[in-house]
């Protein structure tokens, strides 16, 4: 059965193939895609990637690659939906540093080595300011359909969300804030995910001394 939980490690898995093609402002959104490959392929192949030292530099050029091709802000909103209009803008800004700091520490601290899974690129589609691509990873004996979704935004193609085997990354989460919003506040949905970093800051901090 597939796990909700792979959904952003596929994410990263489906970027990790293909090369830039074209300059951004005339890149299409499955260029788009694979100009991001690029630059993660180059971190991950880098031997610090693998340095206990240098993890937190390692994460630190990850995240900032990812910022560039997914708009974190409309990710947090999307995964908030209708009580986002609602917030107050710091509220909202408070939300969407959380948010990716939840992101980081669940998977990019978690992200393997690069091992040359294969990427299949299949089509895209798109509609006005909005698009989709599809694509195929091939992992072993393993296919997984993953679908990236794309909008133009201050005139470049952004990720804000993406479909693997039918999940999405956006609606996990909505499902899960809902059950924060339905009954409490926008702060204590702060208060929660804040929560979650801080105990897998933990749970990180007792393997490093276990190991250590």
């Not at 910022?67 to 800004?93: A, C, H, N």
């Not at 679908?147 to 499902?175: H, P, T």
Request: glycine residues 4%.
């Amino acid at each position: 059965m597939f796990s909700k939980r792979l959904i952003p490690s596929l994410f990263l898995l489906c970027l990790l193939a293909g090369s830039a093609s074209a300059a951004l402002a005339n890149q299409t959104p499955m260029e788009r895609i694979k100009a991001a490959a690029s630059e993660l392929i180059e971190i991950l192949s880098d031997p610090d990637m693998q340095d206990p030292a240098k993890h937190d530099a390692t994460i630190s050029r990850l995240r900032a690659t990812a910022e560039k091709y997914i708009d974190f802000r409309q990710v947090t909103m999307l995964s908030v939906g209708r009580p986002w209009l609602k917030m107050s803008q710091q509220v909202q800004s408070d939300l969407t540093e959380a948010f990716i700091q939840l992101l980081e520490r669940t998977y990019l601290q978690r992200i393997p080595v690069y091992e040359g899974q294969d990427v299949e690129y299949t089509k895209q589609l798109i509609s006005g300011k909005k698009a989709k691509v599809f694509t195929v990873i091939v992992d072993k004996d393993k296919k997984i359909l993953v679908e990236f979704r794309l909008k133009i935004i201050q005139e470049q193609w952004m990720i804000y969300d993406v479909v693997a085997e039918g999940v999405s990354l956006v609606g996990n989460y909505r499902s899960q804030f809902a059950q924060v919003l339905n009954d409490g506040s926008p702060e204590e949905l702060l208060k929660m995910i804040r929560e979650r970093v801080e105990g897998l800051d933990k749970t990180e901090d007792d393997k490093d001394q276990v190991n250590s």
